[in-house]
């Protein structure tokens, strides 16, 4: 096998001595950090592929990577599906750099009922890992994580003043209540102001709330308050009937997306730039989506998002209890051995659970409004790294690829435009963006050289720019993400053959146009060996179009304004030769030293004749002339 780099001795060792079996890998740096996870149905091919030479094509990440492994350790599995599970919960466990990885989720919020206790309570936590770590026999039941704090004390808010539950670990008071019974904060259990039993009940109405499972608690609470009204129970009643209350204002906060009670769905939708996805989750619960959570992930190097979303998603169910698990999860992207993620969820809901990948349809909407979602989190999460124009100009870049499905990020973007006047002056510009700003030092201008004076032919004036543009000459030329032409159809086409005469790889860049009247988008489509395609019509509204408009219209107003200077350079120079005594070669030179028509203008005489290098008389008279035209 041949080595991308020199491999480490001991390293070559190790990779001989991998099993041929089905397994999980771990591989660490020279710190001894596990810098990534993952599992193989043959793990000595698997790990061997990191290592030859024509892996890294295919996969960019590994250039990252695999300089910095110095040992490799290896976790045989009876199963594919175990070496999923077991991969899944240690990148859980280790966040890897080189892995995808759902951002820690010890900041985020969980609800615990403390089933350990004689009368459980509901408890805000936080590292519930740690907390299993510590007490691994635990009874306690875990809800969340709320990735939305505020959501999370909203629902602990209800629990506390709505149904009663025990507040405090132990009793103020051995022999009364404390002030939390007398505040209609606490039903008073250790003092046996509720026999268990009601206790106990209540608590199950919790359980079922934090669940989503909202109708059979509010007919259960229903049944009560009808119950305490017949009993002449009035303190009762009136404070169940408040607490139906506040869980209806619940509901109508949430949307219907089914009428079968009985649907319980998780909704996974994403969107993503070049660093970060969010990977947004719709929980449907008794067909109404309860609550929506956003997770972050940073995107190593090279990663493609379908990979991002799909160890994503099977990260989360790592932290989640399986009471916690819908019997239907519905994702953007078909999920990577769906199978064992189906067989290893339904053996922990001891029913079937399964995973859909919608092409039509409502769950497809569904997946659409997650997505939207995504994006708008993805915004947040720019802000607060970015300034709000940084964020603009990322968002509009992130949507720019979305929607025109753009084989890259557009870091850098290259816009060409041609100018001229009755056929006259014709010049061109190219100006260049980076990160959707631009960058002037990397402007350039063009005189058209291929056509005569006075003809007019758009098409070969493109053809001569973006051939001059990316003309070898001995040199690989730096080539930007995306190329946009000013222009319709017949313009791209011009420069696809220029590119094309060049040999420029289609695969590794972008081009398309942007055709005035209508605003429509064409695009060089390598997967239709090479056509154009069709007119692309962007929403009117859409940052995407606002991004296109921006780096077009600058293009148009830097050529513009070269070939007006060009135009009151010709003229100047075409009163210049009328002047006696002022040859071309002279205004040629005159124009090298000074630069511009108003600098020969402005110039100090001395070095107006140092430059013209004549007699001071003669050089005076025309100096003098020249300041007159």
Known sequence: MKYTQEVDTDLKKQLKNIPSLSGVYMMFDKKGSVIYIGKALNLKNRIRSYFNVTSWKDRPKLSFLVPKIIEIKTVVTRSEKEALILEANLVNKYQPKYNVTLKDDKKFPWLMITYDEKYPRVVPIRDVIGFKRKFPKTKNK?????????????????????????????????????????????????????????????VRQVEDFLLGKYDVVLKDLKSQMKEASKNLEYEKAARLR?????????????????????????????????????????????????????????????????????????????????????????????????????????????????????????????????????????????????????????????????ELNLKNYPHRIECFDISHLGGTGTVASMVTFIDGKPEKSEYRKFKIKSLPIGKIDDFASMREIVSRRYRRDGVTPSLPDLIIIDGGKGQLNAAKEALENLQIDFTKIDLISLAKKR???????????????????????????????????????FAITFQRDTRAKDTFESKLEKIPGLTKAKIKKLMNYFGSIKNIQESDLKIFTTVFNHSPCISKAIWEKIRQI
């Open 242 to 402: 408040d607490t139906i209350k506040k869980i209806e204002k619940v509901l109508e906060k949430q949307v219907i997306v089914s009428d079968d009670y009985k649907l319980n769905q998780d909704i996974f939708g994403c969107y993503w730039d070049e660093k970060f996805m969010v990977l947004e989750l719709l929980l449907v619960r008794e067909g109404k989506v309860i609550a929506v959570e956003s997770f972050t992930i940073e995107l190593p190097k090279g990663t493609e998002p379908a990979d991002a979303f799909n160890d994503g998603v099977k990260q989360y169910y790592t932290r989640i209890d399986d009471d916690n698990l819908p019997n239907e999860i519905v994702v953007q992207f078909d999920l990577k051995e769906k199978k064992y993620v189906e067989e290893w969820l339904s053996g922990r809901l001891n029913k079937n659970a399964t995973v859909i990948y919608p092409k039509k349809g409502k769950k497809l909407e569904l997946v659409k409004m997650a997505e939207r979602n995504a994006k708008l989190s993805l915004q947040r999460v720019l802000l607060s790294n970015h300034s709000m124009e940084e964020t603009l100009h990322a968002t509009s870049l992130v949507e720019l690829k979305q």
């Open 142 to 202: 875990f809800f969340g994580p709320y990735s939305d704090s505020s959501a999370m004390w909203e629902t602990y808010k209800i629990l506390k003043e709505g149904f009663q539950l025990r507040l405090r670990r132990k009793p103020l008071f051995k022999d009364r209540p404390c002030m939390n019974y007398h505040l209609g904060l606490c039903s008073g259990p250790c003092q046996s102001l509720i026999i268990d039993e009601n206790y106990y009940k209540i």
């Open 519 to 557: 605003e429509e988008v064409f695009k060089v489509d390598k997967r239709s060996k090479g056509e154009v395609t069709s007119p692309l019509l962007l929403d009117r509204k859409s940052q995407a179009l606002f991004a296109l408009q921006r780096i077009r219209d600058e293009a148009h107003r």
